[in-house]
């Protein structure tokens, strides 16, 4: 079965590919490699042993994707695409509301148009804003701080009247928390351009040399060691977690949304401390302000997702570390 993937040659989208190749689906790849490179099609290519179909387009180009729809015999799609930095969303939210939401809503028409009634959306734990509680269930309030997690919240809403106005869709939104690691053989991973935002990406390159040493973005929160909490979870479980979403458009209706966390949090210094344990390697760090518009601690409950999707996060911080580092040790300017 073909499986449209925009974004496909992304962090999550990539192994997203791999996930859905070794469960029997056929991605086709759509990808404008605004925030992506090429190379990652050869590296899949490596790991799957088949060079999966590619086409360089924007989500916004509604003939381009008629004619994908047309090429190829797609029954799903996953919707990866989208800017992803928080800052810079709030430095330029026209962007991110023209790309990540505008850009969304051409793709259901297009679907909506093919006779495509089956769509996984990338969404994130941005959508709930500040914590009110912990862990972070489905229930929690909407109340993003960025326009970068309204953009995903106005998706949803789409995809949410979507579903209501007809009754043959089904669409799933699942909510990451911290996405990092990387695939075990090493070939593939997170390969942020210029000056990463996300921690995981600044400790790796820190411990290569590439940076002189990461900045913690404050020690004075209300949690055990002073810095920030996050649920941080292997891309590996994420992508198998798209398989289990996809598995379920056949036999669901409706909108649903599903958190992807493990239910466990980890500090910046214990991030360090695990990694230092991993790897052998001390990473050096200064302490600094706090980051605008980050949070003490942000934890998913993934219980809904074990319970519908039978999905469950089986990897852990060690393995999430060892992999990075592999990742990163192998190609230590990225691809
Ligand atoms: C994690 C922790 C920082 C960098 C964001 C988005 C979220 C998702 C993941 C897209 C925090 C600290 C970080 C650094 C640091 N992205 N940190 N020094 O902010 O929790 O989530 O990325 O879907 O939607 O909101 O992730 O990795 O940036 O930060 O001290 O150089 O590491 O303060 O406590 P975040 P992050």
Redesign the pocket.
């Known amino acids: 079965m073909d499986v449209l993937v925009t974004g496909g040659l992304g962090y999550v989208g990539s192994h997203t590919c791999i996930a859905l190749h070794q469960a029997g689906y056929r991605p086709v790849i759509y990808d404008n490699l605004s925030n992506a490179s090429i190379v990652v099609l050869d590296q899949l290519a490596k790991i799957c042993g088949k060079r999966f179909s590619f086409i360089q387009a924007d989500v916004g180009d509604a003939l381009a994707l008629r004619q994908c729809f047309t090429d190829f015999s797609i029954e799903a799609v996953l919707h990866f695409a989208a800017y992803?930095?928080?800052g810079e969303s709030t430095a330029q939210p026209l962007n991110y509301y023209q790309n990540n939401v505008c850009h969304s809503a051409t793709l259901m028409s297009e679907m909506q148009n093919a006779g495509v009634r089956r769509l996984v959306f990338?969404s994130?734990?941005?959508v709930y804003g500040v914590p009110q509680y912990l862990p972070i269930d489905e229930n929690h309030s909407k109340a993003p701080t960025?326009p970068?997690?309204w953009s995903?919240l106005m998706v949803e809403q789409i995809m949410r009247d979507q579903c209501s106005a007809n009754a043959d869709w089904l669409a799933i939104a699942l909510r990451?928390?911290?996405?990092?690691g990387a695939h075990p053989s090493g070939l593939l991973g997170e390969n942020p351009s210029g000056i990463?935002?996300?921690?995981?990406p600044?400790v790796t390159q820190t411990a290569t040399g590439h940076r002189e040493k990461?900045?913690?973005?404050?020690n004075d929160?209300d949690t055990p060691d002073g810095?920030?909490?996050?649920d941080y979870v292997h891309v590996m479980d994420l992508a198998e977690g798209h398989v289990q979403a996809v598995d379920r458009l056949f036999s669901e209706q409706g909108f649903h949304a599903f958190n992807l966390g493990t239910g466990n949090g980890a500090?910046?210094l214990d991030?360090l401390k695990e990694f230092e344990l991993v790897t052998g390697v001390s990473v050096p760090y200064s302490i600094?302000h706090?980051?605008p518009?980050?949070?003490a601690v942000?934890v998913a409950s993934p219980a809904l997702a074990r319970q519908v999707l039978e999905w469950h996060a089986q990897r852990d911080l060690k393995t999430m570390l060892g992999d990075s580092w592999r990742w990163q040790s192998n190609y230590p300017e990225g691809i």
């Open positions: 992803k930095a928080v990338s994130s734990a941005t960025n970068y997690g995903k990451y928390f911290n996405p990092v990463p935002n996300n921690l995981m600044y990461l900045y913690i973005y404050g929160y810095t920030g909490v996050r500090s910046v991030v600094t706090r980051r518009g980050d949070v942000s």
